[in-house]
């Protein structure tokens, strides 16, 4: 049986020995304008994420009345439906190529690990959760963190080891009109 040895870098090698990918003084256009862009690509993808919730609640709504209320036992399903349907969609858009939801997509904006790998489904599944949650518990503190940090990073990519970028395409053209 053949064991990996942490000399060949499979087995036993800690991930703290891995530099950060991007670096916010030596490649500033990686990080330009990510928030104010953030917070818009977040509107965009709550909408993506309410809006099917919604109509499935008037689809139940009229489905109540043609069942003379038995459709109405079905509201409780919303819950549950709006959270497993806005985990999907965070870890099928993050799990991507683009290693973006559709937000950040229109936003010119990518998520990597903070040693620069494209982010993967569990991943975006996890950054998801943690993002509910750590709003739910600390709102305000969430956003003040990136005010202080080279990165930008929030609360909960610090917690799940992201950091939001701008695309290869935006740091293309950020770099071309800096000359």
Not at 12 to 30: K, W
Not at 120 to 146: D, E, I, K
């Amino acid at each position: 049986m053949s064991y990996s040895s942490p000399e060949n870098g499979r087995i036993g090698q800690s991930t703290q020995d891995r530099p950060h990918a991007y670096d916010p003084v030596t490649q500033p256009e990686y990080f330009e304008g990510v928030l104010s862009r953030r917070l818009v690509a977040f509107c965009i993808d709550a909408v993506i994420i309410i809006a099917p919730i919604v109509l499935l609640a008037l689809f139940i709504f009229v489905f109540g009345i043609v069942t003379l209320s038995l459709g109405w036992m079905l509201f409780p399903v919303l819950g549950p439906a709006f959270v497993i349907w806005a985990i999907w969609y965070n870890a099928v858009t993050l799990g991507s190529p683009a290693s973006a939801t559709l937000g950040m997509r229109a936003m010119d904006l990518e998520m990597r690990t903070w040693y620069g790998a494209p982010c993967y489904s569990l991943l975006g599944a996890v950054h998801a959760v943690a993002f509910w949650v750590s709003m739910s518990v600390f709102t305000p503190f969430v956003l003040l963190v990136a005010l202080f940090n080279g990165r930008r990073r929030l609360l909960h990519d610090f917690l799940v080891g992201t950091v939001l970028v701008n695309n290869e395409a935006r740091v293309a053209s950020l770099r071309r009109s800096a000359f």
